[in-house]
């Protein structure tokens, strides 16, 4: 193998083709299901690549497993001392030394190889069509479409929240997708490539959609990156991966990836129509409501939910 001198890339991805063919019975599309044996293979390229590398790895393990315990039953049964085997006395052998070296060495190049090109291309995010910022908070997730003027929070739907504050047990029958509900989700278009900034406004978050492949920290101060091109439209669900605190089970995150057209539709029934008149002192919305009911108009959602309490609401950033 000159796996390290050769453009091995088509070589590995011919095996990732052969190698993923007996997983496709076990293989997952989109969100994970209870008893799901395999990885699953997502909606996106970047979910793609990690399956590939992950099956190549995979069978590569099993290939290993059979040679080296095959090669030691064979032994035991073929030299075992009812046959009058006799062990041989040596206690060092330098060629096979190095070759149980030389042979893992250059298989793991073989695996880091493809692997590592695949991560520098997750990280890649130029030449992104959009760019969405995702902002944790305790416990709920807020989503900016940067230069649209459209932003809101999403938070765990309201169904989730009653049954859990019933004290009843949910069953997946009645309640599929307890605690994986959320009253606004993320809407986004299919076979464009997205942009995410990732920050968070308290503690640590991490936000998680399996089925697009990745998940990225959300860390107060810093801004991660990530990007994703779904390609099959659907709802697909995830939730913060990292103990954020007592409710860090009751943020999750719900994508609705439809078509480029819809998209659009969806954007432009969102945007602020018009800079928004000077609220009224009186009568306003509590400062602690959402944002569509604090637009019910279904107009600005963005600028008006919070400090409209008091004094006349700035107008919504001119995007
Ligand atoms: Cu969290």
């Not at 080296?68 to 052998?93: D, E, L, P, T």
């Not at 997750?122 to 995702?134: A, G, L, N």
Request: with cysteine.
């Amino acid at each position: 193998m000159t796996q390290g001198k050769t453009r091995g890339g088509s070589r590995v991805a011919l095996l990732a083709t052969l190698a993923g063919l007996p997983g496709l019975a076990l293989a997952q599309v989109a969100d994970p299901k209870p008893w799901q044996l395999n990885m699953g293979r997502g909606v996106t390229h970047t979910a793609r690549m990690a399956y590939e590398a992950h099956m190549v790895a995979l069978w590569v393990c099993v290939a290993i497993g059979i040679i080296v315990f095959g090669a030691m039953g064979y032994a035991m049964f073929k030299f075992r001392k009812s046959k009058g085997a006799v062990a041989a006395q040596f206690s060092h052998n330098t060629t096979a030394e190095l070759i149980w070296t030389i042979v893992p060495v250059i298989i793991l190049i073989a695996m880091a190889w493809p692997a590592t090109a695949k991560l520098i291309a997750m990280y890649d995010t130029r030449d992104s069509e959009m760019t969405i910022k995702v902002t944790g908070y305790q416990w709920m997730w807020k989503y900016e479409y940067l230069g649209q003027g459209v932003e809101f929070t999403s938070r765990l739907a309201r169904s989730s929240d009653q049954m859990r504050q019933s004290g009843k047990v949910p069953d997946a029958a009645s309640n599929p997708h307890y605690l994986l509900e959320v009253d606004h989700p993320l809407v986004l278009p299919v076979d464009t490539k997205i942009r995410f900034v990732i920050t968070a406004d308290d503690v640590i978050h991490s936000w998680w959609v399996p089925a697009l492949g990745w998940k990225q920290d959300a860390i107060p101060g810093l801004i991660n990156e990530a990007w994703t091109n779904i390609e099959v439209p659907g709802t697909y669900r995830g939730q913060c991966a990292e103990l954020c605190g007592k409710d860090h089970g009751f943020m999750p995150i719900v994508v609705e990836a439809v078509s480029k057209a819809d998209f659009q539709k969806w954007l432009a029934a969102r945007k602020p129509a018009a800079p928004v008149p000077p609220a009224p002192a009186e009568g306003s919305p509590a400062p602690d409501v959402t944002p569509e009911q604090a637009a019910p108009a279904g107009g600005d959602a963005s600028a008006s939910a919070a400090p409209a309490a008091t004094e006349a609401a700035p107008a919504p950033a001119q995007a």
